[in-house]
T-cell receptor, first 117, second 113 residues
């Protein structure tokens, strides 16, 4: 069973508007971490934002925020005021903390975001 | 502070040739990882090393070997390259044991003919 699901293969947004990229996860581990990464066409993987399962507040980093709904097991990325440079592939990932000395991340398949001028 | 570095950036091999992809990090991280990325398949873990002296298989280890030479360096070896190993390879590192962020190298684009 897929542990990280990104249901939107592709998304479009107008410049300056907000966009939400969906991510749902599946784990029975009470302690875990959720990540979002950006991969522009140049290929590098850029860390955007992190949310721990015990964090009381939603994570924010500049124009990025993570809408964490623990009961629904969702960790959606919200990008406010989209810019042309936000056009990229976005990956959601999860780290399960009780898997021994194992710091593997489990990755979704990604969402391709295109920002239109 | 260079972060995570990978060499080479591009490589073309013929079927059956061998090569080693090099990765180094200068952030004093404990854990290091090798991924491959193929179109439509996201990132798949090949091998990882939770700490110096240990290595473990990931999701797709067949055809690869790794060496954690020291805390800084983690190499990936293809003993007999196959066209199915054409991919982009990423190395990453993570401070542990409760590190929050994986830092990635720039990637190696490998083509096996």
């Amino acid at each position: 069973a897929q542990k990280i699901t990104q249901t939107q293969p592709g998304m479009f947004v107008q410049e300056k508007e907000a966009v939400t990229l969906d991510c749902t996860y599946d784990t029975s581990d009470p302690s875990y971490g959720l990540f979002w990464y950006k991969q522009p066409s140049s290929g590098e993987m850029i860390f955007l934002i992190y949310q721990g399962s015990y964090d009381q507040q939603n994570a924010t980093e500049g124009r990025y925020s993570l809408n964490f709904q623990k009961a629904r097991k969702s960790a959606n990325l919200v990008i406010s005021a989209s810019q042309l440079g936000d056009s990229a592939m976005y990956f959601c990932a999860m780290r399960e903390d009780n898997a021994g000395n194992n710091r593997k991340l489990i990755w979704g398949l990604g969402t391709s975001l295109a920002v239109n001028p | 502070n260079a972060g995570v570095t990978q060499t080479p950036k591009f490589q073309v091999l013929k079927t059956g040739q061998s090569m080693t992809l090099q990765c180094a990090q200068d952030m004093n991280h404990n854990s290091m990882y090798w991924y491959r990325q193929d179109p439509g398949m996201g990132l798949r873990l090949i091998y990882y090393s939770a700490s110096e002296g240990t290595t473990d298989k990931g999701e797709v280890p067949n055809g690869y070997n790794v060496s954690r030479l020291n805390k800084r360096e983690f190499s990936l070896r293809l003993e007999s390259a196959a066209p199915s190993q054409t991919s982009v390879y990423f190395c990453a590192s993570l401070t542990g044991p409760w590190g929050d962020t994986q830092y990635f190298g720039p990637g190696t684009r490998l083509t096996v003919l």
